[in-house]
């Protein structure tokens, strides 16, 4: 078979041997051994029904070829023994991934990088619920729309998470979704439904055709869909794990990022037992870490090998909280960080967190540190909410008189979405907050000083220390960070502790030496 770079490659397996619960009794992977190099890469397979198995292989190397051969814990020659070659061969890459690798944290583990180096920054939207809520219909509807704002990536529940929810297996009828787990109602995770992610592999692949990739929760630890007890601290931790390990199975030799936890303290056992076993199988070295509910401490397992991030949650109250990335900032050893959940737009009431509020959160947490990237969500967007009348959901988190449709449009998903588009480029890679380069903004200085990244939320003009103004760099371009546009640019004279601008509204500062 011929293979390229950066692209999935499957190979089904068709055991001869019948099993009473294949995703629990089967124990099987392939180990990629690469030619000339000797590099050599561990994939587990997973169970999709009936009699088949797949493995799903990325090759993060250009030339060569992989040779491969199964192995596990069952005595059957349609599964144990499978060998095969894959020669690489060169094809134009159709997007970043395929052009510069999967993501990873960056060497001071505060960004995440491409594979090659190439600087990356998350801009992430939140639609927890369309993993079992949304047909492939409003997936592409979905995708188009958060892609031509900005959006690279989404947070997703991969299965509904409260045990106690009712509702017809059927995504286009009020209350209802697919279920991943038949005993997860029992707190349990034993009885996989292969179907269920069949039909979840199709919307993964409609959000990768857009460039968004799936931020990947297990299950749940805290409020869920409609807060009616989550299974995420309830289902035995081994059996938190083993999904942990089918989900990289399924998904890891794509773009990823793993949730392990969400919504907790962090200190859940099922939490540090899916990070460990993630780490174990993921062969990518692929982002994984926690989202905290809004009073955790947001520092559990600080010093674990598998935890490369940690994720506030600021609350819903519409309070701006940039302090609480700063805190995280400071925690040792050092971990990527982010605001994982804002104040939800128009959530609970109309004009919440609403248009502006936005885009001067995401700005604000930048800039406080949470340089992994910025995250944004809606009302009614992140439970799926079918149509405004939909009953059954907790009016807190609801936008009035709106479904998941309507939310699509509020106004402060252009500003975050807008994020990722005006730093696109710039050397911003381990980039740290800085107070000290400029008088009153927020800012990012890079890690040689040649970069400064200022944003204020009334505009300048920009006020330098006259001690350090000579050795800031002298390039700059103001721009609006409501629409991207560039209002002014210049080159700073040496002896110049200003950067010009006449106030009165949002200005982001991008300095710059020559």
Known sequence: MNVSAWREAEFPLTAERDYANPYLDVDLWADFTHEPTGTMLRRPAFWDGGSTWRIRFTSPLASGRWSWRTDGNVDDPGLVGRAGELVLVSAEPVDRFQRHGFWRMSPGGRSLVHADGTPALLVADTAWALPWRATHEDARVYA??????????????????????????????????????????????????????????????????????????????????????????????????????????????????????????????????????????????????????????????????????????????????????????????VKGVANGEPTYENSGETGKAGGWWQGHEAWSNLCAGGTMGVVYGAGSLWQWVLHADEPDHVPFFLAPGCGWREALDFEGSRYVGLVGRILDGLPLTDARPSWERALGARGLTSEDGTLYIGYSEHGGPLWLPFETAQAFPRGYRVIDPRTGETVAKGVRAVDDPTIPDEGGAPRLFVCYDE
């Open 144 to 333: 188009s729309d958060r892609a031509e704002k900005g959006f690279n990536a989404v947070l997703l529940m991969s299965v509904q998470p409260d045990m106690h929810a009712h509702g017809p297996r059927d995504r286009t009828q009020d209350e209802g979704f697919g279920v991943g787990f038949e005993d997860l109602k029992d707190g349990r995770l034993t009885e996989l439904d292969p179907a269920y992610f069949q039909y979840l592999d199709g919307l993964l692949a409609i959000l990768g055709d857009h460039g968004i990739v799936p931020v990947l929760q297990p299950v749940f630890q805290g409020f869920g869909w409609k807060g009616r007890s989550v299974a995420g601290t309830v289902v035995p931790p081994e059996e938190y794990a083993r999904y942990c390990r089918y989900l990289v199975a399924r998904y890891g030799a794509r773009p990823v990022i793993y949730l392990v936890g969400a919504d907790g303290s962090g200190e859940e056992p099922q939490i540090g037992a899916g990070g460990e076993e993630i780490e174990a199988w993921d062969a990518y070295g692929q982002p994984c870490g926690i989202h905290y509910r809004p009073h955790a401490h947001n520092r559990a397992h600080q010093d674990a090998a598998w935890l490369d991030f940690q994720w506030c949650q600021t609350g819903h109250r519409g309070e701006h909280l940039p302090e609480r990335v700063a805190d995280m900032w400071r925690n040792e050893p």
